[in-house]
């Protein structure tokens, strides 16, 4: 494991000098590590060859899994043009790291070989999991959440790619199990000449909710978009077409519209937090048969009550004759598109963890910063310790 170099006025690792505003010393060299996805059919991977390279430009050394990028279209022959080292196991990853770059929160296979000190860069969705959130406090590495950097402006630009692609894969999926083989109500979104289109409610006017309402509006669908926020409602009725309506988000529209829309997309966001309850239990009675619910939110718990998650390899259940679709990782299925992506935006905070430690990138960028979830046993973003009325510790 890396140990850093301190400087002897601030202390905080690497080139900046808080104190006098002066480099210090030279960039330090860490050791990177890509482990391949171990969660249910997720085929993503944490890093491409391009984000290896420049790392390995940046005169770190990065050890990538053996296999790791196939799902994605890397082979180990990609990567090791690009300079990586190929290991052979998982562990041996883990082990032989300063940082792991990874896509999913690690699942209880992992928990053992995250190590003391070890930066984990992924998405964690802490709020749903006290079982991981424990493991990562037990494990007193250095969690930072991918979902909870956040820009000056509040985008969550780690987050966004991804709920690009959710968003746009929710219609894609809802329409499917809206077919009658698969217990939907029968309903072809966009219609046929003679025949009313599809109705789509979307809950939250978000990056999922956008997507999803772009998507479903191209097919010819009728949309109804749902938010709180007043500033999200205008700007939705600005870019999108007539058929797409908006209106205030609250429990009395919500239970007129789901008697009469056939696919309701999940799309609400709370950073960091559980997703809140909009759909409940007792609603879904009023659902017609066949309705289809996909919800987006799943990852933060979900914005229906009956929500749990469900993979890839089994993606759907019914209760009350409602179609659930909950897979916790969507963008899995399109991994190319979503590694791509992925990379794209994280690999610039990559670089920094890698160029100047872990303290003084956080201090220096405070986007990445807010990423900070869990720090050496402590967890240090307060919606994570509300969920499980734990007491947060000031980073």
């Not at 799902?71 to 883990?94: C, E, K, P, W």
């Not at 789509?200 to 998507?215: D, R, S, Y």
């Not at 097919?219 to 209106?247: C, F, Q, S, W």
Request: aromatic residues 8%.
């Amino acid at each position: 494991m890396l140990t850093p170099t301190f400087c002897r006025f601030c202390f905080l690792d690497s080139v900046f000098c808080i104190t006098f505003g002066a480099l210090t010393t030279k960039h330090i060299k860490m050791i990177v590590g890509v482990p391949k996805e171990i969660k249910n059919n997720e085929s993503r991977v944490g890093m491409t060859p391009a984000g290896v390279f420049e790392l390995v430009k940046n005169n770190h050394t990065v050890y990538v899994q053996s296999g790791a990028g196939e799902g994605s279209g890397f082979f180990n022959h990609d990567y090791q043009r690009a300079g990586a080292t190929i290991l052979d196991t998982i562990g041996q990853v883990y082990a032989m790291s300063d940082m792991i770059v990874k896509v999913k929160e690690p699942i209880a296979e992992e928990y053992g070989l995250i190590q003391k000190g070890q930066i984990v860069f992924t998405y964690f969705h802490f709020a749903s999991s006290e079982a991981l959130t424990k493991a990562m406090i037990e494990s007193k590495s250095i969690c930072i959440a991918y979902e909870t950097v956040e820009d000056e402006d509040g985008t969550l630009p780690l987050l966004t790619p991804m709920s690009e692609v959710a968003g746009r894969m929710a219609i894609q999926q809802g329409a499917k199990y809206l077919e009658k083989p698969v217990k939907g109500r029968g309903v072809l979104l966009g219609g046929v000449p003679g025949v009313a289109p599809g109705r789509v409610l979307v809950l939250g006017a978000g990056v999922v909710g956008i997507q999803a309402a772009k998507m479903a509006a191209g097919l010819g669908a009728h949309v109804t978009i749902l938010d709180v926020n007043m500033k999200r409602l205008r700007h939705v009725n600005d870019i999108m077409p007539p058929h797409v309506v908006t209106e205030f988000s609250n429990e009395f529209n919500i239970r007129k519209h789901i008697k009469t829309h056939d696919l309701i997309i999940g799309g609400v966001l709370l950073k960091g937090a559980k997703a809140p309850n909009l759909i409940t239990r007792d609603m879904l009675k009023d659902m017609r048969p066949g309705t289809v619910i996909v919800d987006v939110a799943v990852d933060q718990g979900g914005c229906v009550e009956t929500t749990r998650p469900t993979t890839h390899e089994s993606p759907t259940y019914i209760v009350d004759d409602v179609v659930h679709y909950c897979v916790a990782n969507m963008p899995g299925a399109v991994p190319y598109t979503s590694t791509v992506a992925l990379t794209n935006v994280t690999l610039p905070y990559v670089l920094k963890l890698a160029n100047t430690g872990w303290r003084t990138a956080c201090k220096l960028d405070k986007s990445l910063g807010k990423g900070l979830n869990i720090v050496e046993g402590d967890i240090v973003y307060k919606e994570i310790a509300k969920a499980f009325q734990f007491e947060p510790v000031l980073a």
